[in-house]
Nanobody
Framework: QVQLVESGGGLVQPGGSLRLSCAAS????????MAWYRQAPGKQRELVAK???????NYLDSVKGRFTISRDTAKNTVSLQLDSLKSEDTAVYYC???????????????WGQGTQVTVSS
């Protein structure tokens, strides 16, 4: 059993900052890619940022230069620093991880429960 628990969402004014964190726990042998997705009301879930086990980062074009993804491989955590927030960043943000458990050869996707980020004055 693997769990991803997020924290750090909330209400912030335009131009403000937030930091989201996600911790994975359970029977983990190794985590490959970790990522943050978001879903706004009436829209499809979209990939915001991804970081591989080697540290390679990819970002959604609209957040480049404003958001920063990082991970601590030893602690099985991933964070997302959100700066210069805009109203269009309002969404539920989900943590994602490709987790390898001891008894399987291939990684399986795991999701957090989601944390609300609201950008409003």
């Amino acid at each position: 059993q693997v769990q991803l628990v997020e924290s750090g969402g909330g209400l912030v004014q335009p131009g403000g900052s937030l930091r989201l964190s996600c911790a994975a726990s359970g029977s983990i042998r190794r985590i490959d890619d970790m990522a943050w997705y978001r879903q706004a009301p009436g829209k499809q879930r979209e990939l915001v940022a991804k970081i591989t086990s080697a540290g390679t980062r990819n970002y959604l074009d609209s957040v480049k230069g404003r958001f920063t993804i990082s991970r601590d491989t030893a602690k099985n955590t991933v964070s997302l620093q959100l700066d210069s927030l805009k109203s269009e960043d309002t969404a539920v943000y989900y943590c994602y991880a490709d987790v390898r458990v001891p008894w399987e050869f291939t990684p399986r996707p795991h999701w957090g429960q989601g944390t609300q980020v609201t950008v409003s004055s």
